[in-house]
């Protein structure tokens, strides 16, 4: 559209009045509104003074398992995708080591998840890392990849929804296309298909949750809230509901009380952790006690979150069947 204005002025007016049209031209894109998604922002062209070759790939830094699947699907090879956590290690209250500030350091774009649950990386900014501490001459442009997620009471655990993970999936596509353009075909390429195969798996739950016997269930920690409200389920308590840290008694009180009066049969526990309060619940109440994943921390290749979502979706469909 703009090209056709240039052309047509060019052949309407002057080469001075082509010109005035350019300059004004820049001034209105100078005058955009920064993008609000991103904390900070420049592109491969401006940073590094000059330094970094074109061979080199841009290093993408995530911070939790998903995330890193979500960009690993977009990248595929044009980048070097890392995740910050280490596998089996949990993001809620996590503290950094000093190997993880020197990789924030080296990072050309950081991915966070966002609404409140990377706390620990507020810090390091200010803190930790002196403006001369960065490895490609500046701070990376860090993506909040739940920008447009519609949050419900602060909960971070947006990505147990698909159709959250989505609109992560956009933010970190546009994210790197800002910080690498050279390759903004291929990022935006692949995450087209990958957002695809987004929405089959949307469509798979949302078929197979319509045919449940039953919506209702009680989770270990308070992580299935976006799950429950796209798909019509209904997480009716969570034992824990403050990460890392043991129920009240009061609270924990108040879970039999639902579980009596909703006539639940089954609790949910996580993978990796044996929870002594579960178990007691469990005995107590003669209640069945199946996994369901968080997917906070796990393994990191492109095809997990979708394996262990669809992991979820078999456990739900056997214990809400019942
Ligand atoms: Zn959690």
């Not at 990789?103 to 990377?118: C, H, R, Y």
């Not at 200010?126 to 993506?143: C, E, I, R, W």
């Not at 596509?173 to 910080?179: F, G, H, S, T």
Request: one cysteine or more; glycine letters at 4%; a neutral charge.
């Amino acid at each position: 559209m703009i090209t056709y204005v240039i052309i047509l002025s060019v052949k309407t007016y002057s080469k001075l009045t082509v010109i005035l049209l350019l300059i004004l031209f820049s001034i209105l894109l100078s005058c955009r509104q920064p993008d609000s998604r991103f904390e900070k922002y420049e592109s491969l062209e401006t940073k590094g003074k000059g330094t970094s070759s074109d061979s080199k790939k841009l290093k993408v830094l995530t911070t939790i398992a998903p995330l890193y699947s979500f960009t690993k699907n977009i990248t595929g090879d044009a980048a070097d995708v890392e995740n910050l956590l280490p596998s089996g290690t949990g993001p809620h209250e996590y503290s950094m080591s000093p190997e993880d500030v020197i990789k924030i350091s080296q990072a050309q774009v950081l991915i966070k998840n966002g609404v409140g649950l990377e706390t620990w990386l507020d810090k390091i900014f200010s803190q930790q890392l002196s403006d001369t501490s960065y490895s490609h001459g500046g701070k990376p442009l860090v993506a909040d990849s739940s920008a447009g997620v519609t949050v419900i009471d602060n909960d971070p655990h947006i990505w147990l929804s698909p159709r959250n993970a989505i609109i992560q999936v956009t933010n970190i596509r546009d994210a790197l296309m800002k910080a690498d353009p050279r390759n903004g075909e291929v990022y935006s390429k692949n995450a087209a298909a990958y957002i695809k195969r987004l929405e089959g798996l949307d469509r798979e739950i949302s078929e197979s949750v319509r045919t449940f016997k039953r919506k209702e269930f009680v989770s270990f920690h308070s992580a299935f809230l976006y799950l429950a409200r796209d798909y019509g389920l209904d997480q009716v308590a969570a034992i824990q509901n403050f990460p890392e840290r043991e129920p009240a008694p009061k609270h924990m009180a108040d879970v039999i009380n639902i579980i009596k009066a909703k006539n639940i049969k089954v609790i949910f526990s996580e993978p990796r952790v044996t929870h002594k309060v579960v178990e007691t619940i469990a005995r107590d109440l003669k209640l069945q006690v199946y996994s369901l994943d968080t997917l906070e921390t796990g393994a990191l290749y492109p095809e997990w979150y979708e394996v262990r979502m669809r992991a979820n979706l078999e456990v739900l469909k056997m214990v809400l069947n019942q």
